[in-house]
């Protein structure tokens, strides 16, 4: 499953490397909402909620699916700006049927709202399927909802204080020590795309994002199947320190398409694809192939070793080695005749780890 951006062709001008004061508030916000995405950081985040004054950690719970599986629009700027007051004034400039159609992607679900179709602030019957869609996603969407196409203007106010009130107790710290390393991973990425070209710059955001061979896509490796129009616009890419380990896709029609991605750790691992992933599971879906692996985890052993220990057919065992090998899980070595199976105990151990980045990214 891949999501794709079209952007017509591989001229480095389509793409926009920048940082985002406000994407990196709201990767930190997300943080804050579900730590165990996060588990570097969940001692960052109790610190945070210790510190808190119970005013703003109750409008944080009260808002935080503005944050916590998907990202509205607004709080992932397409043409970032050097300070999050700039950014906030920005978002103020939305019109109010942009912005309510933005807040209702996390309001009411993904595939809620269409881009072109009437506005709940104008259309009656908009208004009541959005409200009962958000009713469906919890009390507070639907609260939120509620709050939002009855007085758009207030409920955008008070989003924009309560990310105020967030800098002052503990973005502008975080932002600080953050700052330095986005700026150090924007050289590098600004680098490769003057001399190398777009295809090494995105190669260079994460095993997970390639240019298409004929230059004219992005495609990105999540679970979703996507398309994306940024011929007009462009692509903007934002690193992120805090949303680690999540490739985020901001990609609504209407929107100059932004992807915000982690900066890299000292000794990042190569990313699984989904489609290894995928191939290991139903490897070790297979009961007969559970048994060799069990017995492949003692020490190696040939063929004709499994197959006795087994009372299997030596081409019945070779079918399901065949299977564990396309997945990485066995490795061989040849003594004179004979092939050796060993089991590949690292990749089979980090499958757990794998598991979670995909299903994440």
């Not at 380990?245 to 929107?255: E, F, I, R």
Request: a neutral charge.
């Amino acid at each position: 499953m891949t999501l794709r951006i079209d952007i017509g062709g591989p001229s480095p001008g389509r793409l926009r490397f920048a940082a985002s004061p406000l994407a990196e508030l709201t990767a930190m916000l997300h943080v804050l909402a579900d730590p165990a995405h996060h588990p570097q950081l969940v001692g960052w985040a109790g610190d945070v909620w210790a510190g808190l004054r119970p005013e703003l950690a109750e409008r944080l719970r009260e808002a935080e699916f503005l944050w916590r599986s998907s990202r509205a629009d607004f709080l992932v700027p397409a043409r970032p700006r050097p300070t999050l007051a700039e950014e906030l004034d920005d978002v103020d400039r939305i019109d109010d049927e942009t912005y309510v159609a933005a807040a209702l992607v996390t309001t009411c679900g993904s595939n809620r709202v269409h881009f072109g179709a009437p506005s709940p602030l104008a259309d009656a019957t908009a208004r009541a399927q959005a409200l009962d869609l958000a009713q469906a996603r919890g009390a507070l969407q639907e609260a939120f909802a509620e709050r939002l196409l009855a007085d758009p203007a207030a409920v955008r106010a008070r989003v924009r204080h309560t990310l105020e009130q967030c800098a002052e107790a503990f973005f502008d710290a975080a932002w600080a020590g953050v700052a330095v390393q986005l700026a150090a991973d924007l050289r590098l990425k600004n680098d490769l795309l003057k001399h190398r070209g777009a295809g090494a710059a995105l190669a260079s955001v994460s095993g997970a994002v390639t240019l298409a061979p004929d230059g004219d896509r992005i495609v990105v490796d999540k679970l979703q199947d996507r398309v994306a129009d940024a011929r007009g616009t462009g692509v903007t890419l934002l690193p992120s320190v805090f949303g680690r380990p999540h490739l985020v896709a901001v990609h609504a029609p209407g929107w100059r398409p932004v992807l915000q991605y982690p900066v890299a750790e000292a000794a990042p691992p190569e990313p699984v694809s989904l489609e290894t992933v995928t191939l290991r599971l139903e490897a070790l879906a297979h009961p007969v192939r559970l048994r060799l692996l069990r017995t492949l985890s003692r020490g190696p052993h040939t063929n004709g070793e499994l197959a006795h220990a087994w009372e299997l057919s030596p081409p019945e065992v070779s079918r399901h080695l065949a299977v564990l090998r396309r997945a990485g899980l066995l490795t061989t070595r040849r003594h004179g005749r004979y092939v050796r199976y060993t089991l590949n105990l690292p990749d089979l151990t980090a499958l757990g780890d794998d598991l979670v980045a995909a299903v994440l990214r």
